[in-house]
């Protein structure tokens, strides 16, 4: 049978309509709009400019540093919004968020206002940073329940897109205003704003749609496209250091950039192609018959059960919650002894890891590294978290499925890689910021989907919209407890030493700056023990949960759903029609069983 051809004339319309509407295209949407989530990444770049635009002290930048992280990990507002909006409005929100947060910072640091007040500054930095949270939970929740049998490789993927943001954006404010970190600041407030507005109606949940057995083939097409950028961004980054480069050369690199970032959608036309084509040589769809069973639903039956269920009191269940892999509600989901568990490991070990990177421009600056290479630690960090994410996506995913390994023990031994990044910026030598950078960027990256990877397992997929926004409170707890309270405190009576011993007052000075290895040497051994604290904390959730990852934690998303694009053309019409209408889900099962 000769294969039909392509959509032609007519057909075109209505191909680039089935394009737009399909599960494919709304996964490279939110790519996109995850590339402009990461803004907060970059805070190591333009946070010396706010410093020394604004007179703050290495304390006062810190904690605009934890409001950065506040915003960027409290999400419970959005995920709250989620469970009652549509996906639409929750992606408008965060676009308008991120405008007018980062715009009002561009003002004051280029003048155009009167100086905000401290507290003024932490609010435009807390919302602009929150506006994450909305991008997150309008594109990776949506993802995740499209494709709930993958959800480590999606959120490896889609989390690696916004580690890659950082260097992406570098590029192009590069390639558009030049090495002005002030512009920088603009052009994280219009970019990402721009991106959630223009697909703002192609990301939504889609449910009931045939999952195809070759959806990992696709993926790792994905993963080979992204680490193509990712070399592309790391080679451009390390010659940008090196040489200096005129504007013609940062806007063919940015072109370059922008192409990469434009080719995962003829991976999708492709496979909506193949589908639209399979789709088009079953018989006429209609003369297909759909036949409603007679029989009463299982809905039905037990609706007088579930009608009595509604008036049991709210509380009367939180401390009873299901089997693990079951839909909890929120309070038994964050009552539960696992979730504590999982708060403890991630307060202590993103905590660490954001203190590390936010305050990396300043500990390259203590070790005497000019301004135009410590700012390539931060691109180092932004492509290296990128790594991290789609290693901790996609290959605890493969371990999970082949040989049934918990996910929560890839969690422990990131954070002992964690750790000794930590190590080399107590104790530095020659060249051993760079490899920190690395370990730091990598083990910061993976901890991300493996915490929401978790948190939907564990937890179910019914209330995961505000529940992963939960499970990242940790992190801006952790970062204020030790970047705040501990690295900037430690940091600012090093330097003030160093002032007395010149004999200098702290009035004398409009910033406090540190200079040698003593200046971060107590804060990151700190930060090494808390991060070994949190991996032996997470081992105690690799016993509790190791019977339950040596199940099929997956069964239930396949049951009563085609799996293949190649099984749905094998079924007649009407016969498929009956299937979906008329058979129930028991009998369903007994038949793919058979």
């Avoid at 109606?201 to 097409?221: L, S």
């Avoid at 031994?413 to 370990?439: D, E, K, Q, R, T």
């Avoid at 069964?555 to 085609?562: I, P, Q, S, T, W």
Wanted: net charge positive.
């Amino acid at each position: 049978m000769a294969e039909p051809p392509g959509p032609t004339g007519s057909e075109t319309l209505r191909f680039a309509s089935h394009l737009l509407r399909g599960r494919w295209f709304t996964v490279f949407a939110s790519f996109l709009v995850m590339f402009g989530a990461g803004a907060t990444y970059l805070f190591g770049i333009y946070s010396k400019q706010i410093k020394s635009t604004l007179g703050y002290d290495q304390t006062t930048l810190n904690l605009l540093g934890f409001f950065k992280d506040l915003g960027a990990n409290v999400g419970v507002l959005s995920g709250l919004i989620a469970e009652v909006t549509p996906t639409w409005f929750v992606l408008l929100t965060g676009s308008a968020m991120n405008f007018a947060g980062y715009f009002l910072i561009w003002l004051a640091v280029s003048g155009k206002i009167p100086r905000p007040r401290v507290w003024q500054m932490c609010l435009y930095i807390c919302v602009g940073a929150n506006s994450q949270n909305f991008a997150n939970t309008g594109a990776l929740v949506t993802c995740v329940k499209n494709f709930p049998e993958g959800r480590g490789i999606m959120l490896g993927l889609l989390k690696g897109f916004v580690g890659l943001s950082g260097a992406v954006m570098t590029q192009m404010y590069l390639a558009i205003y030049g090495n002005d970190s002030k512009s920088l600041i603009l052009l994280i407030a219009w970019l990402p704003a721009a991106i959630s507005v223009l697909f703002v109606y192609t990301i939504r949940t889609m449910e009931g749609v045939p999952r195809q057995r070759d959806e990992r083939r696709v993926f790792f097409k994905f993963l080979y496209l992204s680490i193509v950028l990712a070399l592309f961004l790391m080679v451009m980054t390390i010659l940008q250091k090196q040489f200096v480069f005129p504007r013609a050369a940062y806007a063919g690199s940015a072109t370059v950039v922008c192409a990469l970032l434009f080719v995962p959608l003829l991976i999708i036309i492709s496979e909506e192609l193949a589908l639209w084509k399979k789709r088009n040589s079953l018989p006429n769809p209609a003369l297909r018959v759909k036949i409603v069973s007679s029989e009463p639903s299982e809905s039905k039956l037990v609706e007088p059960a579930a009608s009595a269920a509604a008036y049991v009191p709210w509380y009367s269940d939180v401390f009873k919650p299901p089997p693990r892999g079951e839909d909890y509600t929120i309070l038994q989901a964050l009552l539960s002894v696992d979730m504590l568990i999982l708060f403890l490991a991630t307060l202590c070990g993103l905590g660490s890891s954001l203190t590390a990177v936010d305050n990396l421009g300043q500990i390259g600056e203590s070790l005497g590294y000019q301004a135009r290479i410590t700012s390539s630690f931060v691109s180092l960090v932004s492509i290296w978290n990128y790594f991290g994410r789609v290693f901790s996506g996609f290959v605890s995913e493969s371990l999970l499925v082949r040989y049934k390994v918990p996910r929560p023990l890839m969690m422990t031994l990131v954070l002992l890689l964690s750790s000794v990044g930590h190590l080399l910026i107590a104790f530095p030598s020659p060249g051993s910021l760079y490899i920190a950078s690395i370990i730091i960027g990598f083990s910061f990256g993976a901890q991300l989907p493996l915490l929401f990877a978790i948190i939907s397992e564990l937890f179910g997929l019914k209330y995961y919209s505000t529940l992963f926004n939960c499970g990242q409170l940790a992190s801006p707890l952790g970062s204020y407890i030790l970047n705040v309270k501990v690295t900037g405190m430690l940091y600012d009576r090093e330097a003030l030493k160093e002032l007395s011993r010149k004999g200098m007052s702290r009035d004398s000075v409009k910033e406090l700056t540190c200079i040698g290895r003593h200046c971060y040497r107590l804060s990151f051994i700190i930060l090494t023990l808390v991060t070994l604290f949190g991996a032996l904390v997470s081992l105690i959730l690799v016993a509790r949960t190791r019977e339950f990852y040596r199940g099929d934690i997956y069964e239930k998303f396949r049951d009563g759903v085609e799996e293949s694009s190649e099984r749905e053309s094998d079924v007649s019409p009407v016969k498929k029609d009956m299937d979906v209408a008329g058979e129930k889900p028991s009998s369903r099962r007994t038949n793919a069983n058979a």
